[in-house]
């Protein structure tokens, strides 16, 4: 899996009261040092010991955080999932094509979904990791015949909901999974590409030549002149026929036709004046006899860039030559698309030839015949909402492990072969390692022990511009871990020493051990201090948050902190539906944390991002079984509660802070007056489990 960033340890013996360990999944950690200790408060964990070669983080800039750079010196990984594919599996990609989930790289961009109002619509963003892992394969068979090979833990979205490939009604490994007869959503498998042969190029060059270019020879007093000129405010179509014609042995000059203006982009052209290539060009854009599939496919794409349209889901072919009509609309019906010839009555005579069939349609033609121009192909906020023969046909183990990929992206999703596919954050970063999201969550933690010298070793980087740095916004810097390792003192002076600004979110009280070190930071750049604490409930916290410190302690660690000088903001959260949400538990927090000293108080609901979900899920229907109708009520449309449900806890939250003296304080120029960590930064923190 994902460790080629780290490495173990050498053996430098066992610290005092701990124990080697064999790892208990040693394709998670190849060479890390296992440790567990004979201490209760660390009963039943296992600590992965491992040298990590970065430190520094850059945040994903699809995030909703606001901030750009992060700390994590456990655990080791940021974002991704168990989940996995076939490395041949197509992807769509922004620019309209596909390709294989194993030949991405992080950066790419991509294809995913976000809910917007009523419909699931498409996005581009981008993939952020990529790894492979070695599991069981299964076959997933759909009615139009898409085949997906994939691990049994892979998630697709149906119409019922994400499913796992497989699973069980009861017991361990019970949740959703798909049957037969549940239907996926998405446009359906992807078309092959055209290969780049003689007879593509030469229809490509007849559409493209025909629909928009400039080719004859004149007749003049002083002889005859040859004029061949393709105008185009595309680049990429002028690009391509420029490689056709190379191709041919016909060259071009580029000139630029008509500059940039406030209703218009610019206009570049290329041209030749030569006899022999004036011939040479009407000998290529000759109608041939019998023409080749190759050939259909190229002028299907050479005349959907010059005379093409897809707009608002629109997808049209307009000219007025009654040949280029002809052999459109028979290119078309040869490779199974259904279209309208619609006539308009302009005086011109020209018609339009209106693909139906929807998006997998378009998707279809864009695929298949593969146009140039990809700000024509972009399906950006179009809505999943087709009626492709999705239903699932077949779901087969095919008897032996894998390789299969997976990418995280920052939609949470990506377009695999036509269907919607899984990826994960939150609670199962830990299946990023192979571990899995719930209990391991809590008993494995990856530790990287090098932290506080990699620290210092890269603010002191050329590169490094002194950013913001935000730590304790994926696990928590300072849970009981810390007490053991002490990672945060170093990392801590390294800030220090470079002035370089930071904030920390945490509900450990063990940051009060490195409070003499804060404020040593403090005179020197900005630090920012934040605690969570969600509810004061002493019987829903043993339930809800076991093993953190108590949110009575906390709050005493924000009055030493605040006594010492420092704001602290304190970050309500997670507040429950239905467990801490009413009146009474929202007036005892608001009034426990203005007590302590806070300077403010910013209220979030809990937010469930999958791995987490399905956690608390579990947890919900064993501990309150008669909240699990309500959840599902909120949290039917995604990780967030409904934006009315957000609006109305954030008012009654500000109305007790208001009864309470507790106003959101401004941000002056003191030093030693951090601002809180913005309400957004908590979306990505880990701030119930």
Known sequence: MRWDN??????????????????????????AVARTFDTPGFAGMTFYEVQAKSIINRVPGTSRVPFEWTINPYRGCS??????ISGDTPILMADGRTKPISELEPGDRIYGTERRGAYRRYVVTTVLDKWSTVKPAYRVTLADGTTLITSGDHRFLSNRGWKYVTGAMNGAKQRPYLTLNNRLIGTGRFATAPKDSPDYRRGYLCGMVRGDAHLGTYSYPQGKVHRFRLALADDEALRRTERFLAHAGITTQRFSFAPVSATRRAITAIRTSKQCDIEAITELIRWPEQPSDDWRLGFLAGIFDAEGSCSRGVFRISNSDDDILDQTCSALTRFGFTWVLEDPGHPDRVREIRLTGGLPARLRFFHLTDPAITRKRSIEGAALKCEATLRVVGIESLGLELPLWDITTGTGDFIANGVVSHNCFARNTHTYLDLDAGADFDRK?????????????????????????????????????????????????ALRDFANPFSILTKGTLILRDLPLLRQAAEVTRVGLSYSVGFVDEQLWRTVEPGTPSPRRRLDAVRQLTDAGFEVGVLMAPILPGLSDDDGSIDTTVSAIAAAGASS??????HLRPGAREWYAQWLAREYPHLVPRYRQLYQSGAYAPQAYQ?????????????????????????RQPAPVPPSSAAEQLSLL
């Open 6 to 31: 780290l490495s173990a340890p050498p053996d430098e013996g066992v610290p005092d009261g701990a124990a080697p360990a064999t790892p208990p999944l040693p394709l998670a950690l190849p060479g």
């Open 79 to 84: 974002h991704a999932c168990r989940y996995c």
């Open 445 to 493: 933690v990856i530790v990287k022990v090098n932290a506080g010298e990699l620290v210092r070793r890269e603010l002191a980087a050329p590169r490094w511009r002194g950013a913001h740095v935000a730590m304790g916004t994926n696990v928590d810097c300072y849970q009981r871990a810390e007490g053991r390792y002490r990672l945060m003192p170093p990392i801590i002076e």
């Open 601 to 606: 108080v910013t209220p979030m609901a809990l």
């Open 647 to 671: 609006r109305e806890l954030t008012a009654r939250v500000r109305i007790a802070a208001r009864r309470y003296g507790l106003q959101r304080s401004e941000v002056g120029d003191n030093r």
